[in-house]
């Protein structure tokens, strides 16, 4: 039997480790992970590789239940060392890349970590911590010449230990650990919008669970390509973007640079992929840069796009556009981390073009509910159904909008988190449910729809219920807008908007900076007065200011609203 006619989803592995020894099995000489445009490693050289990356860590003192450390960019390299670490039945614990040197600190020391894996780009981070580290291994070969740190480039160390150990390996004479299904294999720190980071426990089968049920909503050949331009230490990237593709025998092209237009359209032209993985922004972007000044640049398309069947001929025809800019043989871009704005999600379904919304959250490896690809009865507006082996109930539904909180339960949901058990038992109902904190409902469909953070509710004087994400999508449609953040304050809605500054000096070009200033200012309350006509009257504006510079966010690009309040904002 032809390896590329085996079926698409083997059978459910118990723990990473298993995942990984059948897809090698089964896919040896497929190229499987690497940088993109350059070659790829088979499944046969990545798995060796592991295999020798974990019997180096070993003899370097690494055992069982230990944590490492993975800071850095995406890359092979970083794939190696986690699953070499778990192979150890020992912890990973990646760190998201732009975390700052304080967050650094803190995780590594309640981690305990002595051994880290880490690229040149976050080498400072760690200069003062460098007692408590007894092994450094530089991902991406870097060679620290100051004398500052001591460390070990990543081909040294494999080299080391492909010289010491490959002989063994031939042999089948290097072996590692049982490692159980239930056994812890990562921590993970949220980068959530409500609050400090808390570290999740995840074990081999929350992961596995969580990948397969993925990998059975989208059917894909062996070969398929996964562009990867999401930080792989955050699970969704993680799951979906590496987990998934191994149980496809796909090959994983990593951006190595991060994902502008410019990038995107190079690398894809070069690397077709089947499948990428974004945030909202990406395409929130491409639909305000590319998308709209194609129609409203052009009279004839703008009147088209005031019907229906017209705005669904433009859109296709701009959608076909879209497909090649991604390369021409995209089956799926899943879309998640973030809600979409609805607009942009109409023009996506009226283009025909391949989307998937997905929902989920760190806590549960992190798919609740997405697609399966192909369905015509996913609605708009809808992040579509819980995978399977999920369940998803709403509790204490609204009696008129049906809107309560998502609850979670399944294989994939978190042992808890670490050394907190009053956080960890916050977060489970009394019968073992996991409380998301996100509000929604589920429709005659089974579609799940998502309306936003429970703490990000605003309750007017008058009891009414604000869902802001609902009026910022509005806002962010208008081509000065860059991001915005909706607040109440002292008991009137208003808005904080970062404005595209680009935009503005080609729209002010030769003008004074008060002549600006005053076309800022109208501008704004143009689009209040806009907004407010698309609002009920509970939800209106009372008025939209400029902030000078964006919101923080967190690694899916969500705005940390905990830090800002109407006591923390200016003005």
């Known amino acids: 039997m032809n390896e590329s006619n085996l079926p698409a989803v083997q059978h459910q592995a118990a723990n990473l480790n298993q995942l990984i020894d059948e897809s090698a099995g089964r896919f040896a000489d497929h190229a499987a992970i690497g940088m993109a445009l350059e070659n790829s490693l088979t499944y046969a050289e990545f798995h060796e590789r592991i295999f020798l990356l974990a019997a180096g860590l070993r003899e370097s003192g690494v055992k069982q239940g230990d944590r490492v450390a993975l800071l850095g960019e995406n890359s092979h390299n970083w794939c190696t060392a986690y699953m070499a670490v778990v192979r150890l039945g020992a912890v990973a614990v990646p760190i998201l890349p732009d975390l700052p040197e304080a967050d650094v600190h803190h995780i590594l020391t309640e981690m305990e970590c002595d051994c880290i894996f880490l690229t040149q780009r976050q080498i400072d981070k760690i200069y003062d911590i460098k007692k408590m580290l007894t092994t450094v291994v530089t991902l991406d070969d870097y060679v620290e010449d100051a004398g500052l740190l001591e460390v070990r480039t990543f081909s040294e160390y494999l080299a080391e230990a492909g010289n010491r150990f490959s002989q063994d390996l031939k042999k089948g004479l290097l072996e590692f650990p049982e490692v159980d299904s239930d056994d812890l294999a990562s921590i993970l720190y949220t980068s959530g919008t409500s609050g400090f980071s808390k570290a999740v426990m995840l074990s081999h089968s929350n992961l596995c669970a969580n990948a397969f049920s993925t990998a059975s909503v989208i059917v894909l050949a062996p070969g ?290 008060q002549q600006r200033h005053i076309y800022i200012t109208s501008q704004l309350e143009q689009i209040r007065t806009e907004v407010n006509e698309q609002l009920p009257s509970t939800s209106r504006l009372s008025r939209i200011l400029e902030r000078r510079e964006p919101f923080i966010k967190t690694a899916t690009h969500k705005i940390k609203r905990y830090l800002y309040t109407a006591e923390t904002m200016p003005g």
């Open 224 to 513: 398929a390509v996964f562009l990867s331009v999401l930080p792989v230490a955050h699970t969704y990237e993680f799951t979906v973007g590496f987990l998934m593709p191994l149980i496809k025998g796909g090959r994983i092209a990593y951006a190595g640079k991060a994902p502008t237009p410019a990038v995107l359209q190079k690398l894809c032209a070069a690397e077709r992929p089947h499948v990428m993985l974004v945030v909202p922004l990406v395409m929130e972007k491409i639909y305000k840069k590319r998308v709209l000044p194609t129609i409203e640049k052009n009279r004839m398309l703008s009147l088209l796009c005031r019907c229906g069947v017209g705005r669904r001929l433009i859109h296709r025809k701009i959608g076909k556009k879209l497909e090649q800019f991604f390369g021409g043989r995209l089956e799926v871009m899943g879309i998640g981390g973030a809600a979409l704005n609805p607009e942009v999600e109409s023009f996506l379904r009226d283009a025909g073009f391949p989307y998937l919304i997905g929902y989920g959250m760190t806590e549960s490896a992190p798919l609740i509910a997405g697609g399966p690809k192909g369905d015509s009865s996913i609605r708009l507006g809808s992040t579509g159904r819980p995978v399977p082996r999920v369940k998803v109930r709403i509790v204490e539904p609204d009696s008129r909008t049906g809107i309560g909180e998502i609850q979670v339960q399944g294989p994939n949901v978190m042992q808890g988190y670490w050394n907190d058990p009053e956080a960890t038992a916050a977060t489970f109902t009394d019968d073992g449910w996991l409380k998301t904190g996100d509000l929604g409902f589920i429709d005659d469909r089974e579609n799940l729809h998502v309306r936003g953070r429970s703490k990000s509710v605003i309750v007017l004087a008058n009891g009414e219920n604000v869902y802001p994400e609902v009026i910022e999508h509005k806002l962010n449609r208008y081509p000065l807008v860059v991001e915005s953040l909706v607040t109440e304050n002292r008991g009137m809605l208003e808005a904080w908007v970062y404005p595209d500054y680009e935009f503005i000096d080609e729209k002010t070009s030769g003008q004074s900076r």
